[in-house]
């Protein structure tokens, strides 16, 4: 069951505009303060935004911090994706591959997505709840998207038959 009621981007992952597509967007690790895009940080998603697409992402991001510090994880849909995160992480490529200590994580809802999701949720994922989180509004992902096209265009060297084989 969702808690959110806008999932837009599951409910028109499988319209017949995506049909024929390898690729139907492009995912984005964004640090929430300074909103630079993380290293390793941007990946295609097949149908929508898929949990498979979005831990790799979060995998390939996490592999270059320190495991020790605190994060704050903000994600327009995280009441859902962060549910069997650790089991999901535990099946990636050994390279990726993450044990997650949650006292090192704290998973929020964006300040402008929080308000479409229900009242449980938004105590629980409240970033206004976060204790030095300051004013940041977890939106950092959501500014740059109009002058994003060139990141989401430098996945396009990695479709079909243009990859390495090792």
Same mark, same amino acid.
């Given at each position: 069951m969702s808690t959110y009621s806008g999932l837009a981007a599951l409910d028109? =992952?499988?319209?017949? @505009? !995506?049909?024929?597509? !390898?690729?139907? *967007?492009?995912?984005?690790?964004?640090? =929430?303060?300074?909103?630079?895009?993380? !290293?390793? *940080?941007? *990946?295609?998603?097949?149908?929508?935004?898929q949990y498979a697409n979005m831990d790799w992402i979060f995998a390939c991001i996490l592999a270059h911090k320190d495991p020790r510090l605190l994060k704050i994880i903000s994600y327009d849909i995280v009441c859902q994706w962060w549910k069997n995160l650790r089991e999901r992480l535990k099946v990636?490529?050994? /390279?990726? /591959?993450?044990?997650?200590?949650?006292?090192? @994580?704290?998973?929020?809802?964006p300040k402008m997505h929080i308000h479409s999701h229900t009242l449980v949720c938004q105590m629980f994922f409240s970033l206004n709840l976060v204790p030095g989180s300051a004013q940041t509004d977890g939106e950092g992902i959501e500014r740059p998207w109009a002058h994003i096209g060139g990141v989401a265009s430098s996945t396009r060297e990695m479709g079909p038959g243009r990859g390495r084989t090792y």
């Open positions: 028109y =992952a499988n319209t017949k @505009f !995506s049909r024929g597509y !390898s690729a139907t *967007g492009v995912g984005v690790g964004v640090c =929430a303060r300074h909103e630079f895009v993380q !290293s390793n *940080g941007v *990946g295609d998603l097949q149908k929508g935004e990636l490529p050994p /390279r990726v /591959r993450l044990v997650l200590v949650m006292a090192f @994580f704290r998973f929020i809802i």
